[in-house]
C-alpha cells in the first residue's frame, strides 16, 4: 500500500508565501513522475506543477514564475515553494506520485488547504 502525506497548507495573505510538502512511502517502485493538482469549490482539478524522475518540470501557466516544484528522491519527496501568493490560487492542493511498471499507477495525498486572503 502507498501513503502519501502533505503538509504545509494554510492561510496567507496576496503576495505571501508556502511550502507544502509530501512523502511518500510504501510498496513503491519505479517511481514516474511526482506532481501537485488542486482544486477550487466548482472547479475540476487541475495539474499546477509536474516533476517527472529524471528532474524535468512542468507547470501550469498560471503559476510559471511564481511556483517552483523540487523533490527529493531519497526520501520520496516532493515540494511545492509557493511565492507571491494570489487569491486565485486558493484551493485545496493535492500530491500525486506516478509509479509502476509496466501499468502505470497513480497514489494521492488526502490534500491540503490552501487559503489566500487579506
Not at 25 to 36: A, H, K, P, Q, V
Amino acid at each position: 500500500q502507498v501513503q502519501l502525506v502533505e503538509s504545509g497548507g494554510g492561510l496567507v495573505q496576496p503576495g505571501g508565501s508556502l511550502r507544502l510538502s509530501c512523502a511518500a512511502s510504501g510498496s513503491i517502485f519505479n517511481i514516474r513522475d511526482m506532481g501537485w493538482y488542486r482544486q477550487a469549490p466548482g472547479k475540476e482539478r487541475e495539474l499546477v506543477a509536474l516533476i517527472t524522475n529524471g528532474g524535468l518540470t512542468n507547470y501550469a501557466d498560471s503559476v510559471k514564475g511564481r511556483f517552483t516544484i523540487s523533490r527529493d528522491n531519497a526520501k520520496i519527496t516532493v515540494y511545492l515553494q509557493m511565492n507571491n501568493l494570489k487569491p486565485e490560487d486558493t484551493a485545496v492542493y493535492y500530491c500525486n506520485l506516478g509509479w509502476g511498471w509496466p501499468r502505470r499507477s497513480d497514489s494521492w495525498g488526502q490534500g491540503t488547504q490552501v487559503t489566500v486572503s487579506s
